[in-house]
């Protein structure tokens, strides 16, 4: 999964974006519900993108690889969305961060906790859930999102 | 490379109202044309910018567009980059002037955002953000940018109630602003004590969900000309966009680059530097916005953004004396959103020729107008209007 000789990278070819790939959502997501979050780490700047992508939005470049990413992070910022869309609205109110990974990657996520018990800095941890049993309407689901799972992030 | 003037402006009411979307461009462009010849004699191009077929079901808005305009067989097109879609038109209608392709186009944005109610605009605007990571965590609009104000508040002096004076200003502008959804002051502690929307939000950081529609006509010098009888030019000196990333997580939170660099080459495109700007309109889709996009626009220092509030001989050193959303910015004036950009642009249009009335800025020359779409700048447009 993770390229263990990140210099032999350069652009993709046609033939390497596939669906059990993780630089493609399926394989993200497919990755994801293993318990594996992964990357891509751009090999000239050291850009980490979630989820995966082809090219680096940082310097351009397209020698990127796979990189599977700590679990544990820091609150960088914070809210609570109060009138979230209709899927989510039974779970309203729903605290959502940016965190910054131990990597240096950065995803949005929902934190489960009240809103006062979430500060700045606080660490987290992703923990990865079914969107059914975390209380999401499968209806928001597009058909091909239908196996994917959520990220949720716990106070560590 | 022939120069692009805005000629002539129209807006519709701003707010709910029982008009669909085609009513209120037929309400703008009656406007924008009063005492002109008919648009098919004077324009021979059309872009329009709108956010969501959601609404109302309805794409092909180009084509709907130039029909009820009366052109016929001309090119039409629909442009989108969620509330930047208003200033796309105007950008690519300015594009085709200089460029010779086109001698007057018509730039017009139109939303109807009141259709599903406010559930129906949650979801519709919902579709601006990231779909794999973002919107399946349930954001929102007022989620997203209330990170920005998070961190904003975390990393500068500015208080909560330095966003909340923004709102105030804002009001007190659009007070004197015939066009605006909310002509009425507020105080500082009826904002402080509005309920939350996404903390530290509240009620009035946040601009409301409008119906609405603007209609402006971009023409060159010898259509300027050929029509200065019944309209007043003002020369589009400068345009610039940039995109940034989609996702909230992977930006900067308190610099919106993509503005700064979207602002920056319109100042180059105008020959012109931040300080020679004596009105801007700029995004304020929420206070946050506002407070960061003096800032990348180059006329506050780092951390300084809200004093867009404060008299401009009071404040801190490094800032310009540019007046800032004199037309009450989205918040009072209202956000219908692909029509927002235009309205800026209407604004400018008003200062520039002595139009404004009770909120005229004396001696104001050259404007600055920031339209972004997707949070805060994940798509910038910006304008530089002058009649130096
Ligand atoms: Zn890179």
Not at chain 1, 64 to 82: A, D, F
Request: aromatic fraction near 4%.
């Amino acid at each position: 999964m993770t390229d263990p000789d990140p210099t032999t990278t350069g652009p993709l070819a046609p033939d390497d974006i596939t669906a059990d790939s993780p630089f493609t959502l399926p394989g993200f997501f497919g990755a994801l519900s293993e318990g594996r979050l992964v990357a891509a780490r751009c090999t000239e700047c050291d850009e980490h993108m979630l989820p995966p992508r082809t090219a680096c939005y940082s310097c351009g470049g397209r020698a990127v690889s796979l990189s599977e990413q700590p679990k544990t992070g820091e609150v960088v910022s914070y809210t609570s969305v109060n009138r979230p869309p209709s899927a989510f609205e039974h779970l309203a109110p729903v605290t959502v961060a940016v965190v910054e990974l131990d990597s240096s990657a950065r995803l949005t996520g929902r934190v489960d906790a009240a809103l006062a018990d979430v500060a700045i800095g606080d660490r987290v941890e992703l923990r990865v859930r079914d969107p059914e049993a975390a209380g999401i309407d499968p209806a928001f689901d597009l058909s091909y999102e239908a196996e994917w799972p959520v990220h949720v992030f716990e106070l560590a | 490379m022939s120069t692009a003037h805005l000629i002539a402006v129209g807006s519709s009411p701003l707010g709910e109202t029982d008009l669909p979307g085609r009513d209120l461009f037929s309400k703008a462009l009656a406007e924008a044309f009063a005492g002109l010849p008919d648009p098919a004699d004077v324009v021979d191009g059309l872009y329009v910018g709108a956010q969501s077929e959601r609404y109302e079901n309805q794409i092909m808005q180009g084509t709907l567009m130039a029909e009820w305009a009366g052109l016929r067989n001309v090119p039409a097109e629909r442009v989108e980059a969620c509330a930047a879609a208003g200033a796309l038109a105007l950008k690519n209608a300015v594009r085709d002037v200089r460029a010779g392709v086109h001698d007057a186009v018509l730039a017009c944005g139109v939303e109807k955002m009141t259709a599903g109610g406010t559930e129906g605009a949650t979801n519709a605007l919902g579709a601006a953000f990231e779909r794999a990571l973002e919107q399946r965590s349930g954001i929102t609009a007022p989620a997203t940018y209330a990170l920005l104000a998070r961190r904003y508040l975390h990393e500068t002096d500015a208080t909560e109630e330095d966003l909340a004076r923004i709102a105030v200003k804002n009001h007190r502008n659009a007070a004197d602003n015939p066009r605006a959804m909310f002509q009425q002051a507020v105080d500082l502690g009826t904002v402080m004590e509005a309920p939350d929307v996404a903390p530290p939000l509240k009620l009035y950081d946040c601009a409301p969900v409008t119906d609405g529609a603007a209609a402006v006509v971009v023409a060159n010098n010898e259509v300027a000309e050929d029509l200065s009888e019944c309209t007043d030019a003002v020369r589009v000196a400068g345009v610039g966009s940039a995109a940034n990333n989609l996702a909230v997580a992977e930006r900067d939170l308190t610099y919106v680059e993509g503005a700064d660099v979207a602002a920056t080459a319109a100042y180059e495109d105008a020959g012109i530097g931040a300080s020679d700007v004596d009105v801007a309109e700029v995004h304020d889709a929420f206070t946050v916005c506002e407070a960061l996009l003096a800032e990348a626009a180059g006329f506050a220092p780092e951390g300084r953004g809200t004093e867009t509030v404060t008299d401009p001989a009071d404040r801190s050193a490094g800032w310009t004396d540019v007046r800032i959303n004199t037309s009450g910015g989205l918040k009072a004036r209202g956000h219908p959103i692909g029509a927002t950009g235009l309205l800026q642009a209407i604004e400018a249009h008003e200062q520039l020729t002595g139009r404004a009335g009770a909120r005229q800025v004396a001696d104001a020359d050259t404007a600055l107008l920031i339209n972004e779409g997707g949070v805060a700048d994940a798509h910038t447009a910006a304008h530089v209007l002058t009649t130096r």
